[in-house]
């Protein structure tokens, strides 16, 4: 009981996603879905290109994303902001768009 305790605690602080921390993984996974979907319907369609979306992480120091069952990526550690700059084309230059308030 213990040790999975310990587990959950270094997951959490490192950012990890595992089987001892399902739910924050479920729950992380259900809030990036909303973002997205938020930011198709107010942009149009989101950047699709893997190589372009996995350059824009590096950029931002994203370390580790996961891939959910639906093939849908899992962001447990990146804020609204950071997914809207990565997923939405051409969004350079925009500080807080009135997608995310």
């Given at each position: 009981?213990?040790?999975?305790?310990?587990?959950?605690?270094?997951?959490?602080?490192?950012?990890?996603?595992?089987?001892?921390?399902?739910?924050?993984?479920?729950?992380?996974?259900?809030?990036?879905?909303?973002?997205?979907?938020k930011?198709?319907?107010?942009?149009?369609?989101?950047?699709?290109?893997?190589?372009?979306?996995?350059?824009?992480?590096?950029d931002?120091?994203?370390?580790?994303?996961?891939?959910?069952?639906?093939?849908?990526?899992?962001?447990p550690?990146?804020?609204?902001?950071?997914?809207?700059?990565?997923?939405?084309?051409?969004?350079?230059?925009?500080?807080?768009?009135?997608?995310?308030?």
């Amino acid at each position: 009981m213990y040790l999975e305790d310990d587990i959950i605690a270094i997951q959490e602080e490192l950012g990890i996603v595992g089987y001892s921390n399902q739910e924050r993984a479920e729950e992380a996974n259900k809030n990036a879905r909303v973002y997205l979907q938020k930011f198709e319907e107010f942009h149009g369609p989101l950047e699709d290109i893997p190589s372009v979306l996995i350059q824009k992480f590096i950029d931002r120091g994203v370390k580790m994303f996961y891939f959910t069952g639906e093939e849908l990526p899992l962001f447990p550690k990146v804020s609204p902001q950071e997914l809207h700059d990565i997923f939405v084309k051409n969004s350079a230059g925009t500080d807080q768009c009135t997608c995310l308030v």
